[in-house]
């Protein structure tokens, strides 16, 4: 991989995981269309965000990732966008009180469109078909006209990227994050739950610590930081012409940025070494990361951080694992300790959603609550047996009342999944077990940041 990078080098890589388009035609005016679009973020936000990374790495701060499997063109709706955003907020906030860290707020959203499979094709009685493998690339329905891989596609992709992005920014910054009514909306939310009792302290220590500001002459008027939030967007940059397409040089720095999001992530199965993803993602000058399953070895993994990031910088990588309750204990210790040994300088985050996935008796694709909440623990003591920092937390989840994963204080049975089993990919958390997570990681988080105050003492 020395060979010179270019926006395109990629094409000359092993690509899995792509679509097929035998339109070339169609896919040169979608991508040509494309690359004269806006861009859907600025490369002074990328560098940004990789500085608020790298106090991640240094134990400063910690990482929020959360949203859809997969968005849809079908669920495009703004209530749903403004519920996983709240969700996210309040998640945040329950975090922030508990570990007294800055957050790094950033939704899988606004262009997490495109998914990796594990068959190519899908079979329904006679008929055998390509798999949907996001919309962005083809539709869902079981038909050979949407199955079909259209380029055009990406267009309304970045088309509902982009709304969704505008969307999010008006929150973050015209009021709606304000932090009295993130702690109000916890409380009314908490007030019906069968939890309240165990976490009404904490939501109602938060009112006082605002009361507190508020009597000291410290509210929005004075700080605006108190109603507006910086919220970044992430997805897996699978779609590698669109991401071409949408890459830029930034004239401040002459570096390239991809401007379809601040952080793009290489997803497990395309992580391999010398993949075309791989070669895409090291020639781009934003924040990156990396899931890491369970197959990955540590060797590999020392090979692709010196790929991806040869100059050792602070904040360019994010090291997601997602190894899952039963491997995390054999899997992450070898990880960590490759990493420090060679020094990498990586923020390290947990999605305790991906490996975690069980069928259930009825073949219905589910992830028990205990099994995400073993693997956060586990993420957590193994970190500190390890001396290393649990920096952030990867959750699949949405605003909405759905019943994907079992389990929670609301106790979702398995029986009970089909009543809103929405997602279109994996299973997410819902609103409540999105919370309660939060407010279980925010014990183990804050149990972390007392033990390295009192060993810094
Ligand atoms: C995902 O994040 O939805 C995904 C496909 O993850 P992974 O690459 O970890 O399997
Ligand atoms: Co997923």
Known sequence: ??????????????????????????????????????????????????RRIADVAAGRAFLLQGGDCAETFADFDPDAIRDSFRVILQMAAVLTYASKLPIVKMGRMAGQFAKPRSQATETQGDLTLPVWRGDSVNGIAFTEQARRHDPAR?????????????????????????????????????????WAERYRAVADRIGDALDF????????????????????????????PYEQALTRIDPASGKHYATSAHFLWVGDRTRFAGSAHV?????????????????????????LLDTLNPAREAGRITLITRLGSDAIGRRLPQLIRAVEREGHPVAWCCDAMHANVVRTAAGIKTRPFDRILSE????????????????????????????????GAVAITADALSDRYRTYCDPRLNAAQSLELAFLVGEMLDREMRTRASEAA
């Open 154 to 194: 990406m267009l309304r992709a970045y088309g509902q990227s982009a709304a969704t992005i505008n969307h999010l920014r008006a929150m973050s910054s015209g009021g709606y994050a304000n932090l009295r009514e993130v702690q109000s909306w916890t409380h009314a939310f908490m007030a019906e739950s069968p």
């Open 279 to 303: 070669e895409f993602l090291r020639g781009i000058a934003n924040p990156l990361g990396m899931k890491c399953g369970p197959g990955l070895e540590p060797d590999a993994l020392l090979t």
């Open 213 to 240: 500001m508020e009597a000291c002459g410290v509210g929005p008027h004075n700080q605006p930081g108190l109603q507006t939030v910086q919220f970044f967007t992430g997805h897996e940059a699978l779609l590698l």
């Open 1 to 50: 991989m020395s060979e010179r990078w270019t926006p395109d080098s990629w094409q000359r890589h092993e690509a899995r995981q792509l679509p097929d388009y035998p339109d070339t035609e169609a896919l040169a005016d979608a991508t040509r269309e494309l690359g004269t679009l806006p861009p859907l973020v600025f490369a002074g936000e990328a560098r940004d965000l990789q």
């Open 376 to 407: 956060a623990r586990d993420y957590f003591a193994i970190h500190r047996a390890e001396g290393s920092f649990p920096g952030g937390i990867h959750v699949e989840m949405t605003g909405q009342d759905v019943t994907e994963c079992t389990g």
